[in-house]
């Protein structure tokens, strides 16, 4: 079945350092992706989407890009910011079955 | 436009006792999906609902059940509670129309968080 895997938490940076949080995909059909964020005491939210090879989702100096060779869609940002401190989930969904099938999260510390 | 609603924000509850979570989906938003999620075992899909019918459901026992009435609302409803069934409860919203919306993102409510004593 269609699964996502992304990488272990927790993550902990400094401020302004570089960020990659990788998430691999296996589906079947032709899936859109998805990064959610999750900030303490709230539900998720849409980061980002991209819905074809090599699309790149981008919003909040976040990026993904999806690349279908290595079913891969990674979370980047240049320069994180302690507000940046929340659980990432990668996700995809397919025409074929129809729901979101999300990673496990990874947890982000940004420190100061 | 408002958003997702879950009520109550938190609950607590005894082993053996029942609960119903309830969950406003964003206006004009037919599918309802609901999550388990737990430090453990991450975010796991319940059931999703359109248009008064579950579409979808996952391996949760039957002891999990939802409903969805005529305005999209949808309630949730654990019987028998165990202690493991504590954790945060989140209900999603969607435009959700089968085989197409495949971009259309989930819109998370901020959740209920159900502990069992």
Redesign the interface.
């Known amino acids: 079945g269609n699964s996502v895997t992304q990488m272990e938490g927790p993550v902990t940076l400094s401020e302004e350092a570089f960020l990659t949080i990788n998430c691999t995909y296996t589906a079947t059909g032709y899936p ?1 992706l ?1 990064w ?1 964020v999750q900030y303490p ?6 980061l980002l ?1 991209a ?1 074809k090879a090599d699309d790149k989702g981008s919003n909040k100096g976040f990026e993904a890009t999806y690349r279908k060779e290595t079913t891969s869609f990674h979370l980047e940002k240049g320069s994180v910011q302690v507000s940046d401190s929340a659980v990432y ?1 990668c996700a995809l ?3 074929r079955d ?8 990874t947890r982000l510390h940004i420190l100061p | 436009k408002a958003g997702v609603t879950q009520t109550p924000r938190y609950l607590i509850k005894t082993r053996g006792q029942q609960v119903t979570l309830s969950c406003s989906p964003i206006s004009g938003h037919r599918s309802v999906s609901w999550y388990q999620q737990t430090p453990g075992q991450g975010l796991q899909f319940l059931f999703e609902y359109f248009s008064e019918t579950q579409r979808n459901k996952g391996n949760f026992p039957g002891r999990f059940s939802g409903r969805q009435f005529s305005n999209s609302r949808s309630e949730m409803n654990v019987s028998t509670l165990e202690l493991g069934d504590s954790a945060l409860y989140l209900c999603a919203s969607s435009l959700g129309r089968r085989g197409r919306d495949l971009d259309s993102p989930l819109h998370f409510g901020n959740g209920t968080r159900l502990t069992v004593t």
């Open positions: 859109s998805f959610y005491g709230e539900g998720l939210q849409l989407k819905t989930f969904r397919t025409l129809d729901k979101i099938i999300f990673g496990k999260g």
